[in-house]
């Protein structure tokens, strides 16, 4: 088994309301002595793809991403560069979360 250098923490958003949350392990070296690469650096790639296949320790998770409303990356990946990615944001909603907000009604 190659040795473990660097892990990325993925945590799934599906249409339904669920989420699942992944560790990912990226390692030094592929078996047999191949340079593996590290997923923050496969996402634009991987984005394009209908399915993500996970092999877990005690199964196999077959993602389909058309379920998928959102996919959370920790650590940030700020290197991802592009016209469709916007650098220097605040989530703003953390200081809303667990409050409710309601409409005045009209006159």
């Known amino acids: 088994m190659a040795e473990v250098d660097h892990c ?10 669920r989420n699942e949350s992944y560790t990912i392990y990226d ?8 340079q593996t690469q ?20 005690e199964q196999t998770v077959m993602l389909n991403l058309s379920n998928v409303i959102k996919i959370e990356v920790r ?9 469709s990615v916007l650098g220097n944001v605040d989530r703003a909603t953390a200081l809303r979360q667990g409050r409710k907000i309601f409409a005045l009604p009209d006159d």
């Open 8 to 17: 990325t923490e993925i945590t799934v958003y599906f249409l339904d309301g």
């Open 38 to 57: 590290r997923f923050a650096a496969r996402i634009p790639e991987m984005l394009q793809q209908p399915w993500w296949i996970l092999h877990l320790a």
């Open 75 to 83: 650590p940030g990946v700020p290197h991802l560069q592009g016209d």
């Open 27 to 34: 390692s030094v070296a592929a078996p047999g002595g191949g």
